[in-house]
C-alpha cells in the first residue's frame, strides 16, 4: 500500500511507502467504520474509491494566512509540466513573490540557466540550494515575517484564475493537504481525513494540524504562536470548507456522492452549503 498523494514525493518511497504496521492498523479501522463506495477522477484517470465518508462531516477551518504550522516546508512532488509551465508564462509575478529568479542570480546563475531549471529540475531550482537558500518549498513565500503561503496559488488568484485553475496548477497534494488517500495493490483508493480515530495510520499527524484539529487551535500552547485566527466559528465540516476542492480534485460524482449520504445521515444539513468556494478563493 502507498500513499497515493505522495507517489510523485522526490524522496519516493520512503515517504509514499505505508509500513506493515501503519497497513495493519489501516486495514482494522476500515472494516470498523461506514464506507461508501464511488468513483474518482485525479489528473484525468479514473480510480475505484473507498471513503471513510462520515469524516468528511468533521470541522476543518484553513485559516492559512493566521496560521504559523509549517506545512509548506518542503517540495511536496516532483512538480509537473502544469506547474512548470505556468511560473515560465509569468515568471516576473512568480520572482516578485518568490523572489527565486533574483536569488539565483544572486548565487550566479543566468537567466537561461534559471529557466531550465524550472523545466528540468525536481525542485525547480538546481538541486544545491533545495530548502536552503531557496528556502521551504520552492513555491511558498512570506507575504510578511509570520505566515508561509504558497506563489502558485496567490499567483492565480492575481490572474483571476478559477478553482479548477488552481487545482491544475497547484501539486494535487497541496490542494487536497491533509486529506489521505491510500492506495492498494488492486489501485483501489481509500480516501479519509486526519482525525483521533485515523491517527494511527494517516500520513500527517492529526494532533499537530490545526486546520482539522478545532481542540488543537483552542488550547493556550497554539495560542501562544498563533494568537489571531483559527476562530471557533469558523470551523465548518470538511464537505463544505473543502467543498470547491473536493470537486475540482477528485470530480463532482465524489463530491456530490459524499454530500448526499452526509446528509442522509444528517451529519451536515442543506443551509450549511453556502459558501463554498471561499476556501480555495480567499485573499490575503
Ligand atoms: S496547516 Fe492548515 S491552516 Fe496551516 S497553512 Fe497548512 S493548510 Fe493552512
Ligand atoms: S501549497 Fe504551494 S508552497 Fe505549499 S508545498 Fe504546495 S506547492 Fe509548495
Not at 492498523?25 to 472494516?31: A, L, P, S
Not at 516532483?78 to 505556468?86: G, H, L
Not at 529568479?101 to 533545495?130: A, C, N, R, W
Request: include cysteine; proline fraction near 4%.
Amino acid at each position: 500500500m502507498r500513499y497515493f498523494l505522495f507517489i510523485n514525493h522526490p524522496k519516493g518511497e520512503e515517504v509514499f511507502g505505508v509500513s506493515k504496521e501503519r497497513e495493519n492498523i489501516f486495514k482494522e479501522y476500515i472494516k470498523r467504520v461506514d464506507i461508501l463506495e464511488t468513483e474518482v477522477v485525479i489528473r484525468d484517470k479514473k480510480y475505484i474509491a473507498k471513503v471513510d465518508y462520515t469524516a468528511f462531516s468533521n470541522l476543518s477551518n484553513f485559516d492559512c494566512f493566521n496560521c504559523q504550522d509549517p506545512c509548506c516546508a518542503d517540495n511536496p512532488v516532483i512538480y509537473e509540466s502544469n506547474t512548470r509551465n505556468f511560473i515560465l508564462d509569468n515568471l516576473q509575478m512568480y520572482n516578485n513573490i518568490t523572489k527565486n529568479v533574483d536569488i539565483l542570480f544572486e548565487m550566479g546563475h543566468s537567466l537561461e540557466e534559471t529557466v531550465k531549471s524550472i523545466e528540468e529540475d525536481k525542485g525547480m531550482v538546481p538541486e544545491q540550494y533545495e530548502e536552503k537558500e531557496i528556502s521551504l518549498c520552492t513555491c511558498s513565500f512570506k507575504p510578511n515575517n509570520e505566515s508561509v503561503l504558497c506563489s502558485l496559488h496567490s499567483m492565480c488568484l492575481q490572474k483571476g484564475l478559477t478553482s479548477k485553475d488552481i487545482v491544475k496548477i497547484k501539486p494535487t497534494v497541496c490542494s487536497l493537504w491533509p486529506i489521505d488517500i491510500i492506495i492498494d495493490d488492486e489501485d483501489v483508493l481509500y480516501i479519509t481525513v486526519p482525525d483521533d480515530f485515523t491517527t494511527g495510520f494517516t500520513i500527517e499527524d492529526y494532533y499537530d494540524t490545526p486546520c482539522v484539529n478545532k481542540e488543537l487551535s483552542m488550547s493556550s500552547i497554539f495560542r501562544r504562536k498563533n494568537p489571531n485566527g483559527f476562530l471557533e466559528e469558523d470551523y465548518k465540516p470538511v464537505i463544505i470548507s473543502y467543498g470547491e476542492t473536493l470537486k475540482q480534485s477528485l470530480g463532482n460524482k465524489f463530491y456530490e456522492d459524499v454530500k448526499t449520504a452526509l446528509l442522509e445521515k444528517e451529519l451536515v444539513f442543506d443551509y450549511e452549503f453556502k459558501e463554498e468556494e471561499t476556501q480555495i478563493l480567499k485573499i490575503f
